[in-house]
C-alpha cells in the first residue's frame, strides 16, 4: 500500500460506513429542554442512550413564592413547532400587550427566557411606541442600573428582562407591580425570585400573567410540578387561576 496501510487491522464496521455509531455524546445539564432531546436524539451510539434525569419537586417552586400573588396561567394552542414562535407573540399581543399600553399602569415587568424573543419583542414594543426600557445580559452595567433607576422611579413603565440577564447579574429589581412572562424560565427557581421581588407593602394585589404552549412542558413542570402540569397541559380550558 503507498500508506503502509494493513487492511487486515480495518475493522469490518468501519469499512461497513458504521464508525459514526461508535461514538459517546456526553451532555451535562442541570434541567432537561427540547432542545437538548432533539439534540440527543439525533446522535447515533450503538448501545444507544442513557439520561439520568434530574429528581424534579413534585410541588415546582410554588412553596418558595413568600407573599400571596395572583398568578394567570393563559395556554395558546399551536400546531408545530415552527408556529411556536409566531403564535406566542401574536397571543401575546391580543392577549396581553393591548391591555398593558392601554392601563398606563407603572410597574410591569416582562420576561423573556431567549435572547432571540428579547429582540423580537424589543422591536414590536419599539414599532408601537411603547415606553418601555430593554435590559439583557448584554447591556452594559452604567445603562442596566439606569434602566432599574427609571423602572423603580415609574419614569418608564415597563422593563423588558432576560433570562440570560437575571442568571448572570442577579438584579434586584424595585417598583414591580405586575410580571408578564413571556415565557417561563428554564431555572425554576428565577421564577420564585421574580416574584418574590414585589413589595407587598406597596402593593395590594400583586399579579404575573404566564404565557406557555405544549412546547413548555418541563419548564411548567419545573414551576408547578408535575402532576399540576399535566393536568393543564390536558385540560381544554386556556386558563388557569392561582394564589
Given at each position: 500500500?503507498?500508506?503502509?496501510?494493513?487492511?487486515?487491522?480495518?475493522?469490518?464496521?468501519?469499512?461497513?460506513?458504521?464508525?459514526?455509531?461508535?461514538?459517546?455524546?456526553?451532555?451535562?445539564?442541570?434541567?432537561?429542554?427540547?432542545?437538548?432531546?432533539?439534540?440527543?436524539?439525533?446522535?447515533?451510539?450503538?448501545?444507544?442512550?442513557?439520561?439520568?434525569?434530574?429528581?424534579?419537586?413534585?410541588?415546582?417552586?410554588?412553596?418558595?413564592?413568600?407573599?400571596?400573588?395572583?398568578?394567570?396561567?393563559?395556554?395558546?394552542?399551536?400546531?408545530?413547532?415552527?408556529?411556536?414562535?409566531?403564535?406566542?407573540?401574536?397571543?401575546?399581543?391580543?392577549?396581553?400587550?393591548?391591555?398593558?399600553?392601554?392601563?398606563?399602569?407603572?410597574?410591569?415587568?416582562?420576561?423573556?427566557?431567549?435572547?432571540?424573543?428579547?429582540?423580537?419583542?424589543?422591536?414590536?414594543?419599539?414599532?408601537?411606541?411603547?415606553?418601555?426600557?430593554?435590559?439583557?445580559?448584554?447591556?452594559?452595567?452604567?445603562?442596566?442600573?439606569?434602566?432599574?433607576?427609571?423602572?423603580?422611579?415609574?419614569?418608564?413603565?415597563?422593563?423588558?428582562?432576560?433570562?440570560?440577564?437575571?442568571?448572570?447579574?442577579?438584579?434586584?429589581?424595585?417598583?414591580?407591580?405586575?410580571?408578564?412572562?413571556?415565557?417561563?424560565?428554564d431555572h425554576a427557581h428565577f421564577y420564585s425570585e421574580l416574584l418574590n421581588m414585589f413589595d407587598t407593602s406597596a402593593i395590594q394585589q400583586p399579579t404575573a400573567t404566564v404565557l406557555?404552549?405544549?412546547?413548555?412542558?418541563?419548564?411548567?413542570?419545573?414551576?408547578?410540578?408535575?402532576?399540576?402540569?399535566?393536568?393543564?397541559?390536558?385540560?381544554?380550558?386556556?386558563?388557569?387561576?392561582?394564589?
Amino acid at each position: 500500500s503507498n500508506h503502509d496501510t494493513d487492511i487486515m487491522r480495518i475493522r469490518e464496521w468501519y469499512l461497513a460506513g458504521r464508525a459514526r455509531q461508535y461514538l459517546q455524546t456526553v451532555a451535562l445539564s442541570s434541567y432537561g429542554t427540547a432542545e437538548l432531546n432533539a439534540f440527543m436524539g439525533a446522535c447515533l451510539n450503538l448501545e444507544g442512550t442513557v439520561k439520568f434525569p434530574t429528581k424534579t419537586a413534585a410541588k415546582g417552586c410554588m412553596p418558595a413564592i413568600l407573599s400571596p400573588v395572583k398568578q394567570l396561567y393563559m395556554k395558546h394552542s399551536i400546531g408545530s413547532i415552527a408556529e411556536e414562535s409566531d403564535s406566542r407573540l401574536a397571543h401575546f399581543e391580543a392577549e396581553v400587550l393591548t391591555k398593558v399600553v392601554d392601563s398606563f399602569t407603572p410597574g410591569i415587568l416582562i420576561f423573556v427566557r431567549s435572547y432571540f424573543e428579547f429582540v423580537r419583542l424589543r422591536n414590536r414594543l419599539d414599532d408601537q411606541n411603547v415606553d418601555f426600557v430593554a435590559l439583557s445580559e448584554y447591556t452594559e452595567r452604567s445603562k442596566a442600573d439606569r434602566y432599574r433607576s427609571l423602572f423603580a422611579s415609574g419614569t418608564k413603565r415597563i422593563l423588558l428582562y432576560t433570562e440570560r440577564a437575571h442568571f448572570y447579574y442577579r438584579y434586584r429589581i424595585k417598583g414591580i407591580r405586575d410580571i408578564v412572562f413571556y415565557s417561563l424560565p428554564d431555572h425554576a427557581h428565577f421564577y420564585s425570585e421574580l416574584l418574590n421581588m414585589f413589595d407587598t407593602s406597596a402593593i395590594q394585589q400583586p399579579t404575573a400573567t404566564v404565557l406557555f404552549s405544549k412546547y413548555d412542558s418541563m419548564q411548567l413542570s419545573r414551576v408547578v410540578g408535575v402532576h399540576q402540569a399535566k393536568q393543564m397541559m390536558a385540560s381544554e380550558t386556556d386558563t388557569f387561576l392561582m394564589a
